[in-house]
């Protein structure tokens, strides 16, 4: 499901309160507010749905696949994603 998917599913459950548009940016301001929250290192919890959350990963020496020489890969930081254990049980 892409964005304008689900801003019409969200339409569809939402007609009779809210437009297409409110719900485009609704759906926007959701996004904003959750990139924010990640930038600042904070932890984002959906009761349940799950958590997205900040991981940091040192860096590290590799191995180049294509010429298997050495490479340092420099630390950085990426967004996980934990599934509450309700979201679990509906997918299974």
């Given amino acids: 499901m892409?964005?304008?998917e689900m801003v019409t599913e969200m339409y569809q459950k939402l007609?009779?309160?809210m437009?297409?548009?409110q719900c485009a940016a609704a759906l926007d301001a959701l996004l904003a507010i959750t990139e924010a929250a990640l930038v600042r290192g904070e932890a984002v919890s959906l009761y349940h749905f799950g958590t997205f959350e900040v991981r940091s990963y040192g860096a590290r020496d590799a191995l180049s696949p294509r010429t298997q020489e050495p490479i340092k890969i420099p630390e950085c930081r990426?967004?996980?994603?934990?599934?509450s254990k309700s979201l679990k049980r509906a997918i299974n």
């Fill in 19 to 21: 437009t297409q548009k």
């Fill in 15 to 17: 007609h009779e309160t």
């Fill in 78 to 83: 990426r967004v996980a994603f934990r599934a």
């Fill in 2 to 4: 892409n964005k304008s």
